[in-house]
């Protein structure tokens, strides 16, 4: 990959790094060294794990100044939705940065739920090498340029509660059943299957959900049934 790639990508995040090495590195997958044993340079997990670091600590202090009537829990929940690897690889779609990764050509070929968790490690790498490069407040300010604004989404659509939990909470105090759950439909190949997935209350369906695993489709169907029961 030339080195002009990734001046683009500098120029659609709009920081500049000094050290162009570090954003590399943030940007290359252990496959892909693995696959190019002649290659100087590292790959992008220890970036990974400081810019996990980082992340969390911005949108904590964030989260705990925009919500100051939330207790603990519900800002813990909140922040698990902001940076788990669902919104980060979301984020990192955004930015294009599945265009400019260096990634083996086994990896480069799969599409499927792989590639999220990819996306969203690279996202991570990306905030560790501009706060390696560039210092904290550049590393704030992409977090809350990026990541931060997915809070509204987060919040308004309950993304951060637990809907199984509450469905099964009221379903329990008005019916006294505890609901239950059934796959009704699988697609996709394996390494990028949909599932979807019905909440009944007894014999009766009460709504479905999808997702890309069996548990996303049982939190989709739950939120669903919440509305549906008109218990949210």
């Given amino acids: 990959m030339k080195e002009k790639d990734f001046s683009e990508f500098e120029r659609l995040i709009g920081i500049e790094f000094k050290n162009k090495g570090t954003l590399k590195q943030a940007l290359t997958h252990r496959s892909f060294l693995n696959e190019n044993k002649k290659l100087k340079g590292g790959h992008n997990e220890r970036l990974e794990f400081l810019g996990d670091a980082v992340l969390e600590l911005v949108i904590t202090h964030y989260l705990y100044d925009q919500y100051p009537d939330k207790n603990e829990g519900d800002l813990t929940s909140i922040r698990s939705a902001l940076v788990n690897a669902q919104t980060c690889a979301e984020v990192a779609k955004k930015l294009n940065v599945n265009d400019y990764l260096l990634l083996s050509r086994g990896e480069a070929k799969d599409v ?48 951060w509660a637990d809907a199984k939990s509450k469905f099964q909470e009221k379903a329990q105090d008005v019916a006294g059943v505890t609901p239950s759950y059934k796959t009704t439909k699988e697609t996709g190949p394996d390494h990028d299957k949909k599932f979807t997935v019905a909440v009944f209350i007894g014999d009766k369906m009460v709504a479905e959900g999808e997702g890309d695993s069996k548990q996303d489709a049982e939190q989709s169907a739950a939120r669903h049934a919440l509305k549906e029961k008109e218990w949210d």
């Avoid at 390696?132 to 931060?148: H, R, S, T, V, W």
């Fill in 112 to 159: 499927g739920r792989a590639r999220q968790y990819i996306l969203a490690n690279a996202l991570e790498a990306i905030i560790g090498a501009i706060y390696i490069d560039l210092g904290y407040e550049k590393a704030k300010g992409f977090i809350l340029k990026n990541i931060a604004p997915m809070t509204e989404q987060v919040v308004k659509e309950e993304l």
